[in-house]
C-alpha cells in the first residue's frame, strides 16, 4: 500500500469493517452534534454539518435522528457537551499515530488512551508531536469496480480535487480540506459512489512495517483506539505488506 493509504483502507483489506452500526450512529451523531454547535444548524451554510449529515444519509441512519442530533448542537434540545481533542503518541515501530476524539470526560479518555498506547509498547506524547508528519486533506476512496480512471480523473479535477490515485482496489481522491465539500457533491452529482468520503490526516511519508510481532501489537492499537466510544477517527503513518497483512488477518 502506497503513502497514501489510511487506516480505513487496511481496515478493509482485514475484514475488519463489522462494526456495530450502534457506534457508527454514536460517532456520526456527536460530529453532526458538535458540527451544529460550532457552524450552525444550517447545513446550507455549514459545511462541516452538511458532510456530517451526508455521512449519516450514507450509513442509513433514520432521519429523525440527524434531526435531533441538529437540534442539540444548536440547543434547541438538552443534549452533553462534546471537547474536539487531538492526542498524538508513537505506536509500536515507532510509527506516528493521531487520535481525534469527542468527549464530554477529557480525564477519562486521556487515560484511556495512553492506556492503550502503554499496553503496545508505545508512549502518548505531547501536542504537535507528530501532527506536523501529516496533512489535513479531503479523501474520498471509490471502488474500482465499474469506474473509469480518465472519467473519475476528469470530474474530480475539474471539481477542484488535487489528485487521483490508484490505490490497487481503490482510487483516492484528494482535495484540500476547504475543498473537499465542493468535490464530494460535483462527484455524487456524477453518480460516483464512494467506499468512505472525509476530512482526514494524510502522512507525508510512511514506515515501512516488516516485522510480524510489531505489526501484531500496532493493528491491536489501532483497534483498540477505533474502539472507543469517544474516538472519532485515527490515522497513521505505517505501511505495511500485503502478504503480511494476510497473515495477521
Known amino acids: 500500500m502506497s503513502g497514501h493509504s489510511k487506516w ?14 450502534g457506534k457508527i450512529f454514536t460517532r456520526l451523531i456527536k460530529e453532526i452534534t458538535v458540527a451544529a454547535r460550532s457552524g450552525g444548524g444550517d447545513p446550507e451554510g455549514n459545511p462541516r454539518l452538511r458532510s456530517a449529515i451526508s455521512n449519516a444519509k450514507s450509513e442509513n441512519m433514520p432521519k429523525d435522528n440527524i434531526a435531533r442530533a441538529v437540534k442539540k448542537g444548536t440547543g434547541e434540545i438538552a443534549g ?11 505506536g509500536p515501530g515507532g510509527v506516528a499515530v493521531l487520535v481525534e476524539c469527542l468527549t464530554d470526560n477529557r480525564n477519562r479518555t486521556v487515560a484511556d488512551v495512553r492506556h492503550y498506547f502503554a499496553k503496545s509498547n508505545g508512549n502518548l506524547g505531547e501536542s504537535g508531536c507528530v501532527s506536523w508528519m501529516f496533512d489535513k ?12 480512471e480518465d472519467e473519475l480523473m476528469d470530474q474530480a479535477l475539474e471539481a477542484g480535487a488535487e489528485d487521483v490515485v490508484d490505490e490497487e482496489t481503490e482510487f483516492h481522491v484528494l482535495t484540500a480540506a476547504e475543498e ?32 510480524e510481532k510489531i505489526a501484531r501489537s500496532l493493528i491491536k492499537l489501532m483497534d483498540s483506539l477505533e474502539d472507543h466510544d469517544d474516538v472519532q477517527n485515527v ?15
Open 8 to 21: 480505513s483502507t487496511i481496515k478493509r483489506k482485514k475484514g475488519a469493517n463489522d462494526a456495530k452500526r
Open 80 to 90: 452533553e457537551v462534546y471537547d474536539e481533542i487531538m492526542y498524538e503518541g508513537y
Open 137 to 148: 486533506k479531503g479523501l474520498i476512496q471509490v471502488d474500482k469496480e465499474g469506474v473509469s
Open 180 to 211: 473537499f465539500d465542493d468535490v464530494r457533491s460535483a462527484l455524487e452529482e456524477a453518480g460516483v459512489t464512494f467506499l468512505e468520503a472525509s476530512v482526514t490526516m494524510i502522512p507525508q511519508n510512511t514506515v515501512e512495517v516488516t516485522d
Open 235 to 249: 490515522s497513521a503513518n505505517f505501511d505495511i505488506d500485503d502478504a503480511l497483512m494476510e497473515q495477521l488477518s
